[in-house]
């Protein structure tokens, strides 16, 4: 068994003292040479858009190209646009270019086009150029644009530009301040119909420009809400004011309906309604929990008020967008969270459904604690290395989709230091796959081609954080995007179909299925987000049976659960198997398999164990190891004449060093003791593949550019051909050497 090499000092175990066992990532130029052995550009139309607009499918969720062909998305979150000073020039063509032969087809614009300062109704015309160029540099890989154009977190309107502007930030206020409304529109007309230099058309008409994204991490339903102070809070009550009136006939009655509940900052003589903090509608809320019926109903009330509030936008941001400007572009509302899945997750995702694309930023990774966790990875820092095969309920698609729209995780990655890395492009395909979850953005990629490890800021001394360009996770794209993308896994009937009448949202009642919180270290208090306590109708696991759906403004009696999930999860042996028979998730020890015709392979702590699927047998002493088998002719693996076996270990940057740490509850906990420097070192694979197809006969080593480095004859056994696979490289394909 190859492992981690370890030493003890004085001053405690050495854990991630570099290995004799690993090999340096050290990758050439890639020059796109037309000899590579398979390149996914392949996968892309010649140029983004050429068959139309992407739109929705007749049931509307899922996507379809402007011909109305089934089109899935891998996607990725790109900064490449933003030239940093420190680093060499990004050729910006060359780098879509790069990650399409990887396997994308979309990625995220995410930017501030606000104004620095002065007139709010102006732009910023250098972020206009940087997507101008993006859009026009993608769509000649074939590759997709999704605009993000507003974060209320980072936006840069000042005081003095006009609008509600607070101190605190800008959190919550383009729900309803009209002059920052009317300016956010100015923004897009300013964006969307002035010409592209670099195209000659304006992004309206340009169906490269694949999505709009209206804002980016924002909600009147988090946290954040309980800022709003001053005018802009005064401007909430004043608009409660008229919600009850509208409801009620006036703001009497709607207290008198309440049972006299009066609440701070209650105004009736001036129109006005105090609101409750946001915490009071979370299931720890004291009203919540123990509040009169008159306080109850008064807190139903505000929630309903708040998710018409933001509805309402959107649908006018929507409407805007597609009438008065022309666009074409298919629209996605948000993509946030809300204090509390369990009573408010329902609110928040309906005030989404006023445009086509539901979407939500989750991430996955353990405990980090340091100076610049939010960021950065330097010496001292703790952290939990924690495979999320152990960890099933904190798997980013743990999601109810809703019913007639498409969903997207907008944001997401198995964020550094977290070390159990490869594993993450198979669990997101073939889950993404079993569920008919449509994409999930990689966050994030700011280099022409790969990531090494260098500073997070270009001169502190660290390593990024927020990176995925990287071995174990964009090296391992190219198998799990074709399978994704090509269709070779299958989507399973829904498990869970609940239906919500939207009274029972305001009042906050308990859903069939909770869905888990996701966890950002710079949005949320403490180290991480706990499992739900909640006890659920349906078993916290269906996610990894089959979809789970949810069907708003119906009839919670129309809800079904399938009878048989008892088949399909096993507690007590800690297994759940997909009702299409395709995936088996062992989370007790850590190890998933994906058997399907087109692509079959195991992930996890396999520890010597012989992985035995339809036509592929796998046997590695790796602790730790990602491996694929996907058929690059579209024929069954069994069938095909042409394979890529794909595989990924651990990296960790050269000198990497860490000790023990003492992290309550945490699995792994390590303390770092040298962030190293680059190159990566990956572990070595010692691994033995055998696959059941006659038809091959060569074994073609590959570089990182799926360039041969080697041609082998491989040996049959009786209707099986097997090997030892290349221990210091990502790809091999399998020929029959025609």
Not at 430 to 436: D, I, K, N, P, Q
Request: proline share 4%.
């Amino acid at each position: 068994m190859k492992a981690v090499s370890t030493l003890v000092l004085s001053c405690g175990l050495l854990l991630g003292a570099q290995a004799a066992d690993t090999w340096a990532f050290n990758p050439p130029k890639d020059t796109f040479d037309k000899k590579a052995q398979f390149d996914l550009r392949d996968l892309n139309e010649k140029i983004a858009g050429e068959n139309g607009f992407i739109k929705l499918s007749k049931d509307g969720e899922s996507f379809v190209n402007g011909k109305s062909k089934p089109i899935r998305f891998w996607s990725l979150n790109s900064g490449a646009y933003n030239q940093h000073p420190k680093k060499p020039k990004i050729d910006l063509e060359r780098h879509y270019q790069f990650i399409a032969k990887r396997g994308v087809n979309m990625v995220r614009f995410h930017g501030n086009i606000t104004p620095r300062g002065g007139d709010i109704n102006n732009i910023d015309n250098a972020e206009r150029e940087k997507l101008w160029r993006a859009v026009a540099g993608a769509k000649k890989a074939g590759i997709y644009m999704t605009y993000s154009p507003y974060w209320a977190n980072s936006s840069k309107i000042k005081p003095g530009t006009g609008g509600i502007v607070q101190a605190g930030g800008n959190h919550g206020l383009l729900f309803f301040d009209k002059k920052l409304q009317e300016a956010y529109k100015n923004w897009f007309r300013k964006v969307l119909t002035e010409k592209n230099p670099h195209t000659g058309i304006a992004l309206k008409d340009d169906p490269a420009l694949a999505m709009i994204q209206i804002q980016n991490e924002d909600s009147l339903l988090f946290w954040t809400a309980q800022g709003i102070k001053g005018g802009a809070k005064t401007k909430l009550e004043e608009l409660f004011g008229d919600f009850a009136k509208k409801k009620y006939g006036s703001i009497d009655k709607a207290i008198a309906a309440w049972d006299g509940t009066k609440v701070n900052g209650d105004a009736p003589g001036q129109g006005r309604l105090g609101l409750e903090i946001v915490w009071q509608m979370t299931k720890d809320g004291n009203i919540h929990k123990n509040g009169s019926a008159g306080q109850k109903k008064r807190l139903a009330d505000q929630l309903e008020y708040s998710a018409r509030l933001m509805y309402d936008f959107n649908k006018e941001i929507g409407r805007f967008l597609k009438e008065d400007l022309g666009c074409k572009q298919i629209v996605n509302a948000g993509n946030w969270k809300t204090a509390d899945n369990a009573t408010l997750n329902d609110a928040e995702r309906w005030s989404y459904t006023a445009n086509e694309v539901i979407g939500v930023n989750r991430y996955y990774g353990g405990i980090h604690k340091g100076k610049h966790q939010g960021w950065a990875i330097i010496n001292g820092d703790e952290f939990s290395d924690e495979s999320a095969m152990l960890n099933p309920r904190k798997f980013p698609l743990t999601l109810r989709l809703v019913s007639g729209h498409p969903m997207c995780i907008f944001e997401s990655s198995w964020v550094p230091p977290q070390g159990y890395q490869s594993e993450a492009p198979l669990l997101i395909a073939a889950y993404s796959s079993l569920t008919g979850f449509d994409s999930y953005y990689w966050f994030a990629s700011g280099e022409e081609d790969w990531r090494h490890p260098s500073s997070a800021n270009g001169y502190l001394p660290s390593i990024g954080k927020w990176v995925c360009a990287t071995p174990m996770l964009l090296g391992q794209w190219p198998a799990a995007s074709l399978a994704f993308r090509k269709g070779y896994i299958k989507e399973g009937e829904a498990v869970v179909s609940e239906h919500r009448g939207l009274d029972d949202i305001w009042q906050r009642k308990q859903t069939v299925m909770v869905e888990d919180s996701g966890f950002d270290p710079n949005r949320d208090k403490g180290d991480f987000v706990p499992l739900s306590n909640i006890k659920t109708v349906a078993d916290p696991l269906s996610y990894l049976v089959g979809p789970v759906k949810v069907k708003y403004d119906s009839d919670l009696s129309k809800s079904t659960v399938a009878k048989d999930l008892s088949k399909h999860i096993d507690n007590s042996k800690q297994v759940v198997t997909s009702n299409t028979g395709e995936l088996i998730w062992d989370h007790k020890n850590g190890i998933v398999t994906v058997d399907a015709p087109k692509a079959q392979g195991v992930t996890g702590f396999i520890k010597g164990k012989e992985i035995k699927l339809s036509d592929c047998e796998f046997k590695s002493s790796n602790p730790y190891i990602t491996i694929m088998a996907v058929s690059l002719d579209d024929k069954e693996l069994s069938k095909s004449s042409k394979i890529l076996v794909q595989v990924g270990t651990k990296e960790r940057p050269t000198g990497w060093q860490t000790q023990r740490a003492n992290l309550k509850g945490a699995r792994e906990p390590q303390r770092i003791t040298n962030f190293g420097k680059g190159p990566w070192q990956i572990d070595k694979a010692d691994l033995v593949c055998s696959i059941a197809n006659k038809k091959l006969k060569e074994l073609i080593v590959c570089d990182s550019n799926f360039m041969e480095k080697e041609r082998i004859k491989i040996a049959k056994k009786g209707k099986k051909v097997s090997f030892s696979y290349p221990e210091d490289t990502m790809y091999v394909v399998l020929t029959d050497g025609k």
